[in-house]
C-alpha cells in the first residue's frame, strides 16, 4: 500500500515538473486548491440524495481531492500512511468503542 502512494506522488511530481507548475505548488495554494476541489467533490451531491450522485463526477472529483492532498503532504515531508495511522490512534482515544459506537456525537458531547 505504502509503494502504491509513493508511485502516485511520484507520477504527480513527475507530472506536475514536466509542466513547470512547480512555481504555483505553494503550501497555501495546494491547501486552496484542495479545499477548491473538496468544494466540487460537494457539488456531486448538491440537491441530490447521495444514491443520486454520479459516480464518474464522485471520481473524478476525489481524485483531484487525493492529488492535492498527496502533493501538500509532499511539500512537508509528511508520511501518508504515518500521518494517517498516527490520526486514526488519535481519533481511537477521543472515540472509546465503548462510547462511541452507533453515534455521530462529536468527542466532548460523549
Do not use: C
Request: aromatic share 10%.
Amino acid at each position: 500500500m505504502m509503494s502504491d502512494i509513493k508511485e502516485i506522488i511520484a507520477a504527480l511530481l513527475k507530472f506536475r515538473n514536466e509542466r513547470d507548475w512547480e512555481q504555483f505548488h505553494n503550501s497555501k495554494d495546494l491547501a486552496v486548491a484542495l479545499n477548491i476541489e473538496a468544494g466540487e467533490l460537494l457539488e456531486s451531491f448538491l440537491w441530490k440524495s447521495h444514491e443520486e450522485a454520479s459516480k464518474e463526477k464522485v471520481q473524478e472529483e476525489l481524485a483531484d481531492v487525493f492529488a492535492y492532498a498527496f502533493l501538500l503532504a509532499d511539500k512537508y515531508n509528511l508520511d501518508v500512511k504515518d500521518i494517517v495511522l498516527d490520526k486514526i490512534r488519535k481519533n481511537g482515544e477521543k472515540y472509546p468503542v465503548e462510547k462511541a459506537k452507533g453515534t455521530a456525537k462529536k468527542y466532548n458531547e460523549l
